[in-house]
């Protein structure tokens, strides 16, 4: 008998987004998610299989690309920059995600906080 998970997947998934903002995703530690998730190392992969399951999840809660925050749209470019070339699942959700989406608006929005942390 498997033990009932006591937490909300989708809002520790969010919970756990700046670990990968403030990291990227190569540099997010297992033992950091742990840490800030409050949660055993079993528990995070009995929920979400992985790392990248965890960041998958994060993906998942994103609101539409016009109305994210400025810390949803860090987490979409650490998504964009270091995962989604190399992993197909991440690429395909954004292709969906941002498909709708003004590209040349979005270039300027994105190129704009990355400037921004240039300072």
């Known amino acids: 008998m498997t033990r009932q998970r006591n937490f909300d997947k989708a809002a520790m998934a969010v919970k756990l987004m700046p670990v990968f903002t403030g990291h990227g995703y190569e540099g997010a530690s297992v033992s950091e998610l742990v840490t800030v998730s ?63 989406a003004d590209k040349n608006e979005l270039a300027l929005k994105i190129g704009s906080v990355i400037l921004a942390k240039t300072n």
């Open 38 to 100: 409050g949660l055993l190392r079993g528990s995070l992969y009995a929920a979400y299989g992985s790392k990248l399951g965890i960041f998958v999840a994060g993906l998942e809660q994103l609101p539409p690309i016009t109305k994210l925050t400025d810390e949803q749209l860090d987490f979409v470019i650490v998504g964009l920059l270091e995962v989604a070339p190399n992993n197909p699942v991440v690429k395909d959700f954004f292709k969906k995600y941002l498909a709708t």
